[in-house]
């Protein structure tokens, strides 16, 4: 069976990308992306034939994303080359506008465009006063476009309970629960080297400030933020100026998959403070390096930790309860064990099974 998939772009280290490579992996595929950086995404891509479709330029403006994003939407729909496919897979929030050119497809989806949806006024009232009205007119023209899309969409596979009832809220579709892959093999269990250990994109959703909040209050523990910050510069600017203050605090904003492995792999813990999460990979490379995650009592955090077990689910108020884990944490026992048992729920082989169950489906043979 010859496969395509189609993702929105291969830029950086996140749960997305990583997705997406495996699906290419697990269909020996040829992945078709918006834009591709070799240096500053997951090495694995360099085994995979990774197909660019004429990137659009980076604006000048951060607010001027949604223009680019659009010009990729659009691209990703006039792929005739998809026709030629037997199955096409795409995973993003613009990729799956890829589905028009072929009824044999998947689309692997992360969550809906949450600017569109659940986050349209936290979104909004970041931009200030000047860019709002061109924003609710971007939202309000790429919507029905968003929706038109996922109706040429065959079958919706979603990576967790949660954003399973976004796609029915959002779209009113059914949709297949696979939960996204981790190598476990990498992943390894050390002492704690005394440290806290933050990952993610370094942007408002992360709610970053709450945690370095909590750790200005306890200058004996030390903090390691990794991800990049890109967001924009007023953000960044405030984020740094937080971090530069703190010398209990390290931000790594681009390490190595060895780097990020070693990390892990010696931390006391992972603190995660996200919006609704959509699922959380983060948690679970955590647990799979025997070390518990420590995040608030939101999305997809509720399908994989297991509180009191191999994690902490946080209650609001959520600055405060993250403060009390951070001082008290002595009190706690974890036991790597189960949290490595718990990690294997989510291994890529799984992951690679159940997605090629569903190709079957599908295409068909």
């Not at 490579?21 to 992945?31: G, I, S």
């Not at 792929?79 to 929030?93: H, I, R």
Request: one cysteine or more.
């Amino acid at each position: 069976m010859r496969v395509a998939v189609c993702h929105d772009r291969l830029m950086e280290k996140s749960g997305g990308e990583r997705v997406a490579l495996v699906l290419a992996k697990t269909f020996n595929a040829d992945l078709y992306v918006a834009n591709y950086d070799p240096e500053h995404t997951f090495e694995f891509a360099k085994g995979i034939n990774v197909i660019k479709t004429s990137p659009s330029a980076e604006p000048p403006l951060p607010q001027l994303y949604t223009l680019v994003w659009m010009k990729d939407a659009i691209r990703f729909s006039k792929l005739k080359e998809l026709k030629d496919y037997d199955l096409v897979v795409t995973s993003g929030q613009l990729a799956h506008f890829a589905s028009i050119q072929n009824p044999r497809n998947i689309w692997y989806c992360h969550t809906p465009n949450r600017a569109l949806y659940d986050l349209r006024d936290e979104v909004r009232a970041r931009l200030g006063f000047l860019w709002q009205p061109f924003f609710d007119i971007w939202a309000d023209l790429w919507k029905p476009f968003d929706r038109n899309s996922v109706k040429h969409i065959n079958k919706i596979v979603v990576n967790s309970k949660n954003v399973k009832r976004r796609v029915k809220d959002f779209y009113g579709r059914d949709s297949e629960v696979v939960y996204p892959p981790v190598d476990l093999k990498k992943f390894k269990f050390k002492k704690s080297g005394g440290y806290w250990l933050s990952v993610q994109r370094v942007e408002p959703e992360k709610r970053i400030e709450m945690q370095l909040k909590v750790f200005e209050k306890f200058p004996n523990e030390k903090l390691v933020l990794v991800g990049p910050g890109k967001y924009g510069k007023e953000y960044m600017e405030r984020i740094t100026r937080m971090v530069e203050k703190m010398p209990n605090v390290e931000w790594k904003k681009d390490v190595s998959e060895k780097e990020l492995v070693e990390l892990y792999s010696n931390c006391k813990a992972l603190i995660q403070t996200p919006i609704d999460e959509d699922f959380g990979l983060i948690a679970i490379e955590a647990m799979a390096s025997g070390k518990p995650c420590i995040a608030v009592d939101e999305g997809g955090f509720r399908e994989t930790i297991i509180h009191g077990k191999t994690g902490l689910l946080l209650k609001e108020p959520y600055e405060e309860n993250l403060a009390n884990v951070v001082e008290n944490f002595g009190k706690y026992r974890f036991d790597p064990k189960a949290c490595q048992a718990r990690a294997k729920v989510f291994s890529e082989e799984e992951f690679m099974r159940k997605m090629k169950k569903v190709a079957k489906e599908v295409a068909g043979g």
